[in-house]
């Protein structure tokens, strides 16, 4: 009963410390919730608005053919989606001498000869040369302009609109493909729900208990008869409550102001993200067992995101890392939260189905939960001097 | 002019001895753009590997020459591993539904006499939850197919069934291969950089308040300007050893550096002092250095998007480019990538309109983050 009572105690002390404190208020239900989803919102769209990334980029066409299958050329890019800023040109070299100076980015040029080509049923072909210094840019309108020309045809004055199947086939086999679509939005939400919690409970815990070390405040709660046990799981409690508020303005914001439409319940989601929430925590409790300033907390969290990105699925998919990446891998339990959180919100796949990601992840809270309790109780007189 | 000189010099060895001694800071600025470049090539090596081993399961309901010719392409295929051979479509849903493989590709009945029209198709279902493995898979799939179209002999015919009308022919201006990740690296120096030049100012001037010793540096006869001109010098030294070191790396792992090694120091210095005066701003509402730390990190992963070291900011949405633009870093980041990677010079209106805009944000920045910094005293 006194176990009971302590936990409650230390997780309303909690409650009331964080109530008090206006930065940790903004900081934890704010700024980090809603800075990462309005990132998300701005570099992908939102989850019902859709645009074309290649639609503003300004193209010169240059067409040395002059034909009318040029000229269809010409028009059916400068009337499509993709391509609104489509500049003529007539001069070859003086448009590739643009590129690099931010007037245009790419230059299609039709040569000589390319309505003869397609008369006489032999393959046509256009140069498209592109400002690479941009990220990701060339390939975009590469692709892009791949589409379109694929099944161009010079005796067309309107092109055929391509199905979504033509679209994505560009081998002359289609491909007629089943799998879940899943908009950038929701993929991205899958990871901002991951990054929030991360990012927030390993801050709120070994950067909280840090902070009351650096205050003296924790040495004062450690001299209690209180249990080690009453309070990790008490400020758990006040942290989950956190992840719970926190999981519910990401949801929120994502999905009626943003459109998303997650595949999955409610519960399900909360479910899983407090399962990240919670290893989150348990790596915390054993990072503040090793008395560590506030300062330094927060610099190993962003090492600790940073590592996650590139070795969790956050970014590259598990499957295509190789070597010792692919180890690490398999070896973070944020893998398989990820991987779980992936499964349920893009393909709605039902969470109990996800045994060996569910096993590994309460396996994973159960084992750092178990290591802090160790870490603490062992260390308590440490901590508290 | 010399003594005030000689106070500015004082204050710049003052921080930088400062910084010897604070373990933690040091491992933030040496070890942080090391790391950061590390996972980068780390995971630029996973983009342009070689092969790669994607797990999918096919389905041949066709049983024909043609089906066993794209299931024999498939086999030895470098980028995908055919893992299971089922018997229907459903086990082969099912199997991605599990998360057995990746995708699974059915060849349907027909497929034979439809390739031989020119008119087959292949039904595939793909975990699109791993969204670059299934765009591998679709793509690899597409490429074996197209193969087929043109080699496959059936009944000792050609099919040559021509692919697309029209073929692009893509030339990079740069003449750099197109899979390498050279063009995000400046990118990414910009934004080492900008990480660096923050956490100088939460040194320089948060830590400094914490400690105590910020009144006691106020009270001796250096002045005020030489205080904060002192702690500057100290951030442009940093920024130049960091450049430096990241210089040294990006040459190691392979990439070319064409432009004026200079103008790639002045950019980054442009940078880090516009860094600088935000930094300053910012430090005189949020007081906690721990804090400061903690909203530059949670800042960095979404101006990795916004500052256009991942994506270029006209591909971004409306909302995103207009932020995107506005940030002074944008530019920073964008000469950078032109120096580096295209090889430009001052001469470049391109590259001198980045600079212009950066230091013009710079120097009207900076007299106001002054003011505000003075007042917090």
């Known amino acids: 009963m006194t176990f009971v009572s302590d936990t409650v105690a230390v997780a309303r002390n909690e409650l009331y410390r964080f109530r008090r404190s206006r930065s940790a208020i903004l900081i934890s239900l704010f700024i980090i919730p809603l800075f990462f989803t309005f990132s998300l919102v701005a570099g992908s769209g939102g989850a019902v608005t859709s645009y074309s990334p290649t639609a503003d980029i300004p193209i010169a066409f240059v067409d040395n053919d002059n034909t009318l299958a040029s000229l269809r050329l010409l028009q059916t890019l400068a009337s499509s989606k993709d391509f609104h800023r489509i500049i003529q040109s007539y001069n070859e070299q003086s448009a590739i001498a643009e590129l690099g100076s931010k007037k245009i980015y790419a230059v299609i040029v039709v040569p000589k000869g390319f309505q003869n080509n397609l008369v006489n049923g032999n393959e046509a072909r256009i140069t498209l040369y592109t400002d690479d210094s941009e990220p990701g ?45 899943c908009g950038a939005f929701n993929i991205g939400l899958t990871v901002v729900l991951a990054v929030v919690q991360i990012f927030a409970c390993f801050y709120e815990i070994a950067g909280g208990i840090a902070h009351q070390r650096e205050t003296g405040t924790f040495a004062r709660l450690l001299i209690t008869p209180m249990q080690t046990g009453s309070i990790i799981l008490g400020i758990t409690i006040f942290d989950v409550v956190l992840s719970t508020i926190r999981t519910f303005i990401v949801l929120g914001l994502s999905m009626f102001v943003y459109g998303a439409s997650p595949n999955t319940d409610l519960g399900t989601i909360l479910i899983l993200s407090l399962l990240i929430a919670l290893v989150t925590m348990g790596l915390g409790f054993a990072v503040a067992a090793f008395r560590v300033g506030t300062r330094a907390v927060v610099i190993m969290e962003f090492f600790l995101v940073l590592f996650l990105f590139a070795f969790s699925g956050l970014w590259v998919d598990v499957e295509l890392l190789v070597g010792i990446t692919r180890i690490m891998a398999y070896i973070l339990p944020f893998t398989y939260a990820y991987d779980a959180l992936k499964r349920t919100i893009l393909l709605g796949i039902p969470l109990l189905l996800l045994t060996t990601d569910l096993e590994v992840l309460v396996g994973s809270i159960i084992i750092l939960f178990g290591l802090s309790y160790f870490l603490f109780h062992h260390s308590r007189e440490k901590l508290a001097s | 002019m010399t003594w005030f000189l000689r106070q500015v010099t004082a204050v710049t060895v003052k921080e930088l001895k400062q910084l010897r001694r604070d373990p933690v800071s040091l491992l933030l600025t040496i070890l942080f753009p090391i790391m950061l470049i590390s996972i980068f090539i780390a995971l630029n090596a996973v983009f342009s590997a070689p092969s790669y081993n994607i797990a999918v399961g096919v389905v041949d309901l066709d049983n024909t020459p043609a089906s066993k010719a794209l299931m024999d392409r498939l086999a030895t295929s470098s980028v995908v591993h055919v893992t299971e051979i089922y018997q229907d479509e459903e086990q082969a849903f099912a199997a991605v539904n599990n998360g057995q493989v990746v995708g699974s590709i059915i060849i349907p009945k027909g497929f034979g006499n439809a390739l031989a029209q020119g008119q087959a198709f292949i039904i595939t279902d793909t975990d699109n939850s791993k969204i670059t493995s299934s765009g591998l898979i679709l793509g690899e799939l597409q490429a074996q197919s197209s193969d087929l179209l043109l080699k496959n002999t059936e009944s000792g015919n050609q099919l040559g069934v021509k692919n697309l009308q029209v073929e692009v022919i893509w030339r990079p201006i740069s003449g750099r291969p197109v899979t390498t990740g050279d063009p995000y690296l400046p990118g990414l120096l910009g934004m080492i950089i900008l990480l660096g030049a923050f956490d100088d100012i939460v040194n320089a001037i948060c830590r400094e308040r914490e400690r105590g010793t910020f009144p006691r540096l106020i009270l001796t006869p250096t002045s005020l300007l030489a205080i904060y001109t002192g702690k500057m010098a100290a951030t442009v030294v940093l920024t130049i050893i960091r450049t430096a070191v990241m210089l040294v790396i990006l040459r190691a792992t392979g990439m070319i550096i064409r432009g004026s090694i200079p103008l790639v120091f002045l950019t980054t210095a442009l940078i880090a002092t516009f860094t600088l005066s935000t930094g300053l701003v910012i430090s005189s509402r949020i007081r906690s250095s721990a804090t400061l730390t903690f909203l530059e990190i949670a800042m960095t992963f979404p101006l990795l998007y916004l500052a256009g070291v991942w994506s270029a900011p006209l591909m971004l949405d409306p909302t995103g480019k207009f932020i995107s633009l506005s940030l002074p870093w944008t530019y920073g980041n964008d000469a950078l990538r032109r120096i580096m990677f295209l090889g430009l010079g001052l001469n470049s209106p391109s590259v001198s309109g980045d600079l212009f805009i950066l230091l013009a944000s710079t120097l009207i920045l900076l007299p106001v983050a002054l003011v505000l910094s003075k007042r917090t005293m």
């Open chain 1, 137 to 181: 840019m060339s390939a975009q309108i590469d692709s892009t302009l791949t589409i379109y020309v694929q099944r161009f045809n010079g005796n067309l004055e309107f092109q055929p609109i391509l199905t979504p199947l033509q679209e994505s086939s560009t081998s002359g086999v289609e491909m007629l493909e089943l799998g879940c679509l």
